[in-house]
């Protein structure tokens, strides 16, 4: 088991970070040429979004060979350089698997696809009923999760996009490929594994949903556990330290508890996204709603807490490249960007959990409100607004959902400096950089002693120096209050609070003899510790004794 405890990740959006080659796609190569950057901040790990083989039709979560890796990102060599100059900074990698589905290219498919049974045998191939779809499940990328085959009258299973066809796990030589896959990227020095999806992997009966969604027959469901521990025992947990980490969809967090307690063998840290959800109206993610902050705090607190119970254990993130930025999201991305982005930080990093950064959100990057949807090029945001067009709202009102909520705004190149297109590439990205870049940039950070980059820095170091934010145990506190979010952590006989001010009103709370605690970091500079502290416009403290 390897000890996470005390690690932070960083993830990395390979497409966007550091374009080297001039193609205005970011590369391996640029990657190594911020090792030096990322060693400073003080991370443990990358986590690289994919870099196999792939059409990139949904930006390689479609993968057509796992053993090769893209060209547009580079080759072999090049990532035996990143392992290896990596390595030297203490830093290791985490790929991602994504073991859901293949790209309909990969060559399995392919095979399946010529009536090759044993091939056809590792996809969900079958016959429609009473002329409809086998099931009248959805694929999370809109319209439905069949795609016909007329040459077999049959159709396949694909949950998200119709070119990223669902893997059969019941097939043994399914899961023994997939233990390979993993065991060759062991040797060639890979240390990390996120696992995509993975809670969606056993599909355990083809039946009609009463909601036409479908989840309660793919998701969470009783084998999942099964099939990861059988990873885990044949190829991962062979290796000491590994970090793996699931990504959950829709689970439950009695599930992620069996996925993550260590005598259970399967993972060690899961991501869950129901704190992610609270700004979405009626479940729907394509919608328009301001976060409810209560619900916020308490899917936050139930997750700590039912973890920590059941000796389970959470990724921490505000972000990915699938979500919007937080400080745009949860923050004030204009009057207190800067506040707000270190208060969104505390909150997660001084949890229980291992906290990941994703590329920019430690110099507080926003969203990046595109007007047109030409300037989208992500699959799901696409499809989204076709189907918002197609149920007649209004254009204005499609193109704020997704100002809002588009993964595009997350996947914009990394702001490195003022010169053209944030310093990311010299030429055109293959995404718009977001036209702030010459104020908000790394350059900037790191010339700023009180900048995001500096603050996040801190928490890093933090999290090494002090047991009690990586072991110590977790109680919410101050639950109901209107604007504060609260809690307290405590290790032997030490203890911690964390207030975090989540709007631009001063606001006030009662700490008993706050005199005595110390202020371990804060994104204000002056501190009067009376009993009623008044907590500025998003002011974060956190106090120690
Ligand atoms: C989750 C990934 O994070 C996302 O980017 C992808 O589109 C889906 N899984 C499908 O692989």
């Known amino acids: 088991m390897a000890d996470f405890k005390n690690k ?16 205005g796609i970011g590369d391996i190569n640029g990657i190594i040429s911020k090792l030096d950057y990322l060693q400073e901040l003080g991370v443990d790990m990358i986590w690289m979004c994919p870099i196999f083989a792939s059409p990139q039709r949904d930006s390689g979560y479609d993968i057509k060979d796992y053993y090769h890796i893209d060209p547009i990102f580079g080759t072999m060599k090049d990532l035996e350089h990143l392992i290896a100059e990596a390595k030297k900074k203490n830093i290791d990698l985490m790929f991602d698997m994504v073991f859901n589905h293949t790209s309909t290219e990969h060559e399995w498919f ?25 099931t009248n499940w959805d694929s999370k990328f809109g319209g439905k999760a069949w795609k016909y085959v007329p040459e077999f009258n049959e159709y396949y299973l694909h949950l998200y996009d119709e070119k990223q066809a669902d893997l059969n796990w019941k097939n043994e030589e399914v899961r023994n490929e997939l233990i390979k896959i993993i065991n060759y990227w062991l040797d060639k020095g890979i240390r990390g594994f996120r696992f995509d999806v993975i809670n969606n992997i056993d599909k355990r009966e083809f ?12 998701c969470d469901q009783p084998k999942v556990h099964d099939y ?16 793996t980490v699931g990504e959950m969809s829709a689970t439950s967090v009695e599930n992620c508890i069996g996925y993550t307690r260590p005598d259970n063998k399967e993972l060690d840290m899961v991501f869950s996204f129901h704190h992610l959800k609270v700004d979405y109206l009626n479940k729907d993610k394509w919608t328009s709603m301001p976060f409810d902050f209560q619900e916020l705090k308490d899917l936050l607190n139930t997750w700590q807490v039912k973890m920590q119970g059941g000796n389970g254990w959470n990724a921490l993130f505000w972000n990915c490249h699938d979500q919007p930025r937080s400080v745009s999201r949860f923050g004030n991305d204009k009057k207190y960007r800067k506040e ?14 291992t906290p990941y950064i994703y590329q920019g959100e430690e110099i507080g990057m926003t969203n990046h409100y595109f007007t047109d949807i030409q300037q989208y090029k992500d699959v799901e945001s696409i499809n989204a ?18 100002q809002e909520k588009s993964r595009d705004n ?57 047991k009690i934010i990586s072991d110590g145990s977790y109680v919410p506190f101050l639950e109901n209050h209107e604007v504060i979010f609260a809690y307290k952590r405590y290790y032997q006989d030490e203890e911690l609070i964390v207030l975090n001010n989540y709007y631009d009103e001063n606001t006030t709370v009662n700490i008993p003899h706050v005199q005595e605690y110390k202020v371990l970091i804060s994104n204000y500079k002056e501190h009067n510790l009376k009993d009623t502290l008044t907590l500025r416009p998003y002011e974060t403290i956190v106090l120690y004794k």
């Open 340 to 353: 707000s982005a270190k208060m969104l930080a505390t909150t997660i990093h001084m949890m229980r959990g």
């Open 385 to 402: 607004y076709r189907i918002l067009k197609e149920k007649g709202l209004d254009e204005k009102d499609i193109h704020q959902i997704l």
């Open 8 to 23: 932070v990740i960083y993830q990395i959006y390979p497409k966007s970070f550091c374009d080297t080659n001039h193609d």
């Open 410 to 466: 997350s996947r914009t190149p990394m702001q490195w400096d003022s010169s053209l297109n944030g310093g990311f590439s010299d030429v055109k990205p293959w995404l718009q950089s977001n036209q702030n870049y010459k104020d908000i940039n790394v350059e900037n950070d790191l010339k700023d002693s009180d900048s995001i980059f500096r603050y996040y820095q801190k928490l890093i170091q933090l999290r090494k120096t002090y």
């Open 110 to 134: 392919q095979k399946a696809l010529k009536g090759n049974e044993k091939y056809k045998n590792y996809y969900f191939f079958k016959k429609g009923k009473d002329g409809k779809l086998p």
């Open 207 to 218: 039946t009609d949903s009463s909601d036409g969604i479908g989840k309660q027959y793919y």
């Open 228 to 243: 990861l521990h059988e990873l885990n025992t044949k190829s991962f947990g062979l290796v000491e330290g590994t970090v």
